[in-house]
């Protein structure tokens, strides 16, 4: 059974920095597309950021493109998301997630890590 386990969120000033990690066991993290969704409180789940089975291709939802990084790590069967220069509108549940369909935002995902921004 495939297990997604989130890590790194916490309360960060706006501006402030965070680095997410999922960490996942029992399934096939060298030959799956990986991503990052979130769901802040009162509104639906969106997609965040992805990366394929070779970390080349990779996007970004364009809310955080330029101030969030995703990358993995095969070694470590981990996926990363830095995130820089963040605002408020970033508090969320972050999850990450594999098997995801993005019209139906509906797949695998773990348990999630808050991520809160406030001064």
């Known amino acids: 059974e495939v297990q997604l386990v989130e890590s790194g969120g916490g309360l960060v000033q706006p501006g402030g920095s965070l680095r997410l990690s999922c960490t996942v066991s029992?399934?096939?993290?060298?030959?799956?597309?990986m991503y990052w969704v979130r769901q802040a409180p009162g509104k639906e789940l969106e997609w965040v950021s992805f990366?394929?089975?070779?970390?080349?291709?990779?996007g970004y939802a364009n809310l955080v493109k330029g101030r969030f990084i995703i990358s993995r790590d095969y070694a470590k069967n981990t996926m990363y998301l830095q995130m820089n220069r963040l605002k408020t509108e970033d508090t969320a549940m972050y999850y990450c997630?594999?098997?995801?369909?993005?019209?139906?935002?509906?797949?695998?995902r773990g348990q999630g890590t808050q991520v809160t921004v406030s001064s």
């Open positions: 029992g399934g096939t993290f060298t030959r799956d597309w």
């Open positions: 997630a594999k098997d995801f369909d993005m019209n139906t935002m509906t797949g695998t």
């Open positions: 990366i394929n089975m070779n970390g080349e291709t990779i």
